[in-house]
């Protein structure tokens, strides 16, 4: 991972744990839009189970936690191994957009399902 990247993450998390954003309603059409845009809704979808959990599950597993939103940020950005519910293991899809208005709103949508 490039220095800028690594920064650019950190400045995030900061941006995600303190800025209003990470507890403010989302843009849920923004973020639906995005979510399809970067092939989330390919394997997660609002409210069944698919290739991975349900946008709701994944809410209610990290709803009320402080750290809801770093964690989820790490999620779609680390490219952590995943488990498949076939078995199959495989590194996590990495989001393309660097916009942090827009990854924040993302996460923020998905914490208000
Ligand atoms: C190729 C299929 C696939 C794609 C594409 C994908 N995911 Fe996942 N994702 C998974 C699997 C499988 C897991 C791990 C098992 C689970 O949580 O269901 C997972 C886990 C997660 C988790 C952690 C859930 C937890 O329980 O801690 C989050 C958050 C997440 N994905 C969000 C996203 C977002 C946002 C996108 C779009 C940028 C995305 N995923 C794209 C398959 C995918």
């Known amino acids: 991972m490039k220095i800028k990247t ?8 900061a941006a995600l744990s303190f ?4 507890s403010a309603a989302a843009d849920a059409n923004a973020a639906q839009a995005l979510a399809k845009k ?8 609002i409210d069944k189970k698919k290739e991975g959990a349900s946008l709701k599950e994944i809410s209610a597993k990290y709803k009320g936690k402080a750290d809801a939103p770093a964690k989820l940020l790490h ?15 495989e590194d996590h899809k ?3 957009t660097k916009d942090q208005a827009e990854l924040a709103n993302l996460i923020a949508w998905i914490l208000s399902l």
Do not use: N
């Open 94 to 96: 990495i989001i393309k």
């Open 19 to 22: 800025s209003p954003l990470a």
């Open 38 to 45: 970067e092939g989330c809704l390919k394997c997660h979808a």
């Open 6 to 13: 690594i920064a650019g993450v950190l400045g995030l998390f």
């Open 75 to 89: 999620h779609i950005s680390a490219g952590d191994k995943v488990k498949f519910a076939d078995g199959t293991e």
